[in-house]
């Protein structure tokens, strides 16, 4: 069951992962390592919408 | 979940400007303009988990500067000062500067005030013949606690350290 509050949706037991194999959980190691990428993206999306980049 | 630049910049050294709900920029008197915040997880939980990042102009070394600690330190308190917050950090080892993330991380938490209320749960993971540093920080009143902590460790156990880092 999700928990709510105001201001979104808070964790729940449902909310961690669980992973069935040792390949699953590399594949998202390696999605974890990707995230800093990810994140500068978005980043620069953002200060591109404010006008600062 | 919002953080408080107003917050952050009573004590800041540095002017901090907030780019969006959990993302902050600040330049230093070197003239270095750093990024810093929190972006959400999707690999260990589909709500309530958050990887700490921070780059800087160009994503290189800087000049040393203890300015820089301290609005690194007060991002952090202002997202633990959050109901139930939890901080993923994993360490990239592929550009060979992951042992000085995972210090950094050591150190605010060493020296955080409030760090009784927290609790630093680290791993090493094997993974492609690298040591791919990984923590996490919570509050110990974290209402899922012992879940997280759980989960976190199976997460990290027997990381196949015959898969390749990089997808072939």
Redesign the interface.
């Known amino acids: 069951m ?1 928990r709510e ?1 105001k ?13 069935r194999t ?2 699953e ?2 594949a ?6 990707n ?2 990428n ?3 993206d ?2 620069n999306k ?2 591109v919408e ?1 006008g ?1 980049a | ?2 953080l408080s630049v107003d917050k952050i910049n009573q004590a800041s050294p540095y002017w901090v ?1 907030q ?2 709900d959990m ?1 902050f ?1 600040f330049r230093t008197e070197n003239d270095v303009t750093y ?1 810093i ?1 929190f ?1 959400k ?1 999707s ?7 958050y ?1 700490f ?1 921070i ?1 800087n102009t160009n ?1 290189t070394f800087a000049p040393h500067d203890p300015k820089v600690f301290s609005v690194i330190s007060l991002v952090l308190e202002e997202f633990f000062s959050q ?2 917050p ?1 901080m ?1 950090y ?1 360490c ?1 080892p ?1 550009d060979h500067r992951e042992s000085i993330r995972s210090r950094l991380y050591e150190r605010w938490f060493n020296s955080y005030s409030k760090r009784d209320d927290l609790t630093l749960h680290t791993a090493n ?1 094997d ?1 492609d013949g690298y040591i ?1 540093y990984t923590g996490m920080i919570l509050r110990k009143d974290h209402p ?1 606690y012992n ?2 902590i759980a ?1 976190f460790d ?2 990290v156990k ?3 350290s015959s ?1 390749p ?1 990089e ?1 072939k």
């Open positions: 999700r509050k201001g979104g949706i808070i964790m729940s037991k449902d909310s961690l992962i669980k992973y040792a390949e959980r590399a998202a190691i390696r999605g974890m390592l995230l800093k990810e994140w500068l978005y980043v953002r200060e404010l600062l | 979940m919002r400007v780019l969006d993302l920029r990024r915040g972006y997880d690999y260990l939980a589909r709500e309530g988990v990887h990042f780059s994503d109901e139930e939890v993923l994993i990239d592929r993971i993974f791919v899922l879940e997280v989960s199976e997460f027997d990381a196949p898969i880092l997808p």
